[in-house]
T-cell receptor
């Protein structure tokens, strides 16, 4: 399953499928990006980050892709599990400034 | 210890009350943050403290007053709030105030009646 962030704030996927969550960021000077996962009633939890000198970074079951040309960030989750159900935010850091969060995408995993 | 703690978890207050939210971290981080988050919305930055000094105030009304007593503690003093201030208030910390991962606390769920 795939979301386009602002236009599809919800994403439903079958357990075991791969998920792709997209984010369009606003500032071409942004040099650092983080994906956060926020479960209901909890604070945002760090998933993975990437700096602007990279275009791909992999973690455990997650991959972040950065396309600076079109100011686009994506989070890929492999073999999505029910515990992955949450709201996912991308955040961009503008040098000399602070992190700003994107709108968020709500991921629901169907068992 | 990679934890940011916040107290209380829940707070209900009237519009004439004065209350405080507390945040603590023991990771040696030198930047601390307050965010406000409304339901189904992203966190919005309110204040940034860097080395115990207020470095950013995102045009927050004066009924919210932050305080950083030392490098591990961050308070948010509340006075004469409005019902629209009801939200989840998140505290975060990071090694420095830019380009570093922020660790978030669980938040305080505030209801203003």
């Amino acid at each position: 399953g795939e979301s386009v962030g602002l236009h599809l704030p919800t994403l439903s996927v079958q357990e075991g499928d791969n998920s792709i969550i997209n984010c369009a960021y606003s500032n071409s000077a942004s040099d650092y990006f983080i994906w956060y996962k926020q479960e209901s009633g909890k604070g945002p939890q760090f998933i993975i980050d990437i700096r602007s000198n990279m275009d791909k970074r992999q973690g455990q079951r997650v991959t972040v892709l950065l396309n600076k040309t079109v100011k686009h960030l994506s989070l890929q989750i492999a073999a999505t599990q029910p515990g992955d159900s949450a709201v996912y935010f991308c955040a961009e850091n503008i040098p000399g400034n602070q992190f700003y969060f994107g709108t968020g995408t709500s991921l629901t995993v169907i068992p | 210890d990679t934890e940011v703690t916040q107290t209380p978890k829940h707070l209900v207050m009237g519009m004439t009350n004065k209350k405080s939210l507390k945040c603590e971290q023991h990771m040696g981080h030198r930047a601390m943050y307050w965010y406000k988050q409304k339901a189904k919305k992203p966190p919005e930055l309110m204040f940034v403290y860097s080395y115990e000094k207020l470095s950013i105030n995102e045009s927050v009304p004066s009924r919210f007053s932050p305080e950083c007593p030392n490098s591990s503690l961050l308070n948010l003093h509340l006075h004469a709030l409005q019902p629209e201030d009801s939200a989840l208030y998140l505290c975060a910390s990071s090694q420095a105030s830019s380009s570093y991962e922020q660790y978030f606390g669980p938040g305080t769920r505030l209801t203003v009646t």
